[in-house]
């Protein structure tokens, strides 16, 4: 079976730090752009970060440029967040998605359309 599994969300406070993994079983992630995606309660999905299959090209959202780190390890089959002074409006669903479209392994992109593969979501909520 084909999945993706995100992982590491919880509670932290403002200021505070998190880090996400996304790991795919039933395929590898070589080839894949990963994107990291969020959607908080009543707003619609943000594209927060991604990475190219060869992790040559990152690109962020202007809300976490600074703070949140992507990276990949193709020898785990894993993408990673790392999440830093966290906010109150960081709070949200955080699910990572892979992209095999045909420059996937040079380039990323933050739309959710087209993605290939979802995981389910991981929980992130940032207390005041």
């Known amino acids: 079976q084909l999945r993706l599994v995100e992982s590491g969300g919880g509670l932290v406070q403002t200021g505070g730090s998190l880090r996400l993994s996304c790991a795919a079983s039933?395929?590898?992630?070589?080839?894949?752009?990963i994107g990291w995606f969020r959607q908080a309660p009543g707003k619609k999905h943000e594209g927060v970060s991604c990475?190219?299959?060869?992790?040559?090209?990152?690109n962020y959202a202007d809300s976490v440029k600074g703070r949140f780190t992507i990276s990949r390890d193709n020898a785990k089959n894993s993408v990673y967040l790392q999440m830093n002074n966290l906010k109150p409006e960081d709070t949200a669903v955080y699910y990572c998605?892979?992209?095999?479209?045909?420059?996937?392994?040079?380039?990323?992109?933050?739309?959710?359309?087209?993605?290939?593969?979802w995981g389910k979501g991981t929980l992130v909520t940032v207390s005041s």
């Open positions: 998605a892979a992209d095999n479209s045909g420059l996937a392994f040079r380039l990323c992109r933050l739309s959710a359309d087209g993605m290939d593969y």
């Open positions: 039933g395929f590898t992630l070589d080839y894949y752009a």
């Open positions: 990475i190219s299959g060869s992790s040559g090209y990152t």
